[in-house]
């Protein structure tokens, strides 16, 4: 599976911190790294409504899919 999680370019964009946006949304910054790093398993909705709301951007802008053909 090729899910690609685009919350670095968001917090870029947005000049956030990883710090900031776990604050905000009120999770541990590892799990934020977890997130970005691509290790996450699963994400909860609630979890990623609280991102988008706190980056201002759609479910779209942080997840991203790649057919395995496009990745290889």
Known sequence: MAIIINIDVMLAKR?????ELAERVGITIANISILKNGKAKAVRFSTLEAICKTLDCQPGDILEYKSDEATH
Not at 15 to 19: E, F, G, I, L, Q
């Open 15 to 19: 000049k956030m911190s990883v710090t």
